[in-house]
């Protein structure tokens, strides 16, 4: 079946600029999760969406981002006002249900975000 | 949530057994083990997960000790196709659900 996929892929924007990007979850997970990688660092959790709810935010590093997911399915990350430091790879994942056993979170290929 | 500490990187050659172990300590007794594997330009890809003692797949085995302070997770007869950073986390998730990843343990396989 199809898996994890986020769009677009790369994404060149000037500072300033606002940028959403895309995530497709797997039909019928119902946990979906924003992750950020900068270079050759490890994965830094965002945001953590149950259904179409937020329950954990922690992650987002200012007010400038936000993220949204409706009907259960597909997620939009927004960052506004983009910052340089804000280039990394954003990686979605999904998964059947936080917790416990098969808590596997399959992940999408990301989106490579540069701001210039 | 429990932090991991893993080497930062490792060598192998082509067909040797690796072993990657992973430091963590504070582990909490519904925490479970994970180990995920990501290639350069894409996203991590589950490996294993156990709980205690043994588990093995068609692709590696981990093994966790009692005090499940750590845990090694065996890759046999690695390939160059395994060169990879792999993470090692641990947690339940329950209604929080994210993992922690930390840096990983860069794999480099020659032939």
């Known amino acids: 079946g199809a898996g994890v996929s986020q769009s677009p892929s790369n994404k060149v924007t000037e500072k300033g600029k606002d940028v959403e990007l895309r995530c497709d979850p797997i039909s019928g997970h119902t946990a979906l999760y924003w992750y950020r990688q900068s270079l050759g660092q490890g994965l830094e959790f965002l945001i953590y969406f149950q259904g179409n709810s937020a329950p954990d935010k922690s992650g987002l590093p200012s007010d400038r981002f936000s993220a949204e997911r409706t009907g259960g399915s597909v997620s939009t990350l927004t960052i506004q006002r983009t910052q340089q430091e804000d280039s990394a790879v954003y990686l979605c994942a999904s998964s059947l249900s936080p917790g416990g056993p098969g808590y596997e979170q399959y992940f999408g290929p990301g989106t490579r975000l540069t701001v210039t | 949530l429990a932090k991991t500490t893993q080497p930062i990187s490792m060598d192998s050659y082509e067909g040797q057994e690796v072993n990657i172990t992973c430091s963590h300590n504070?582990?909490?007794?519904?925490?479970?083990i994970t180990w995920y594997q990501q290639f350069p330009s894409q996203g991590p890809r589950f490996i294993i997960q156990?709980?205690?003692t043994k588990v093995t797949n068609e692709v590696a085995s981990l093994f966790i000790p009692a005090d499940r302070k750590s845990s090694t997770l065996s890759l046999p007869r690695v390939s160059l196709s395994d060169t990879a950073v792999y993470y090692c986390?641990?947690?339940?998730?329950?209604?929080?659900?994210?993992?922690?990843f930390g840096k990983g343990t860069k794999l480099s396989v020659k032939p």
């Open positions: 504070n582990i909490a007794t519904n925490d479970y």
């Open positions: 156990g709980y205690k």
């Open positions: 986390l641990v947690g339940f998730g329950g209604s929080q659900g994210n993992l922690i």
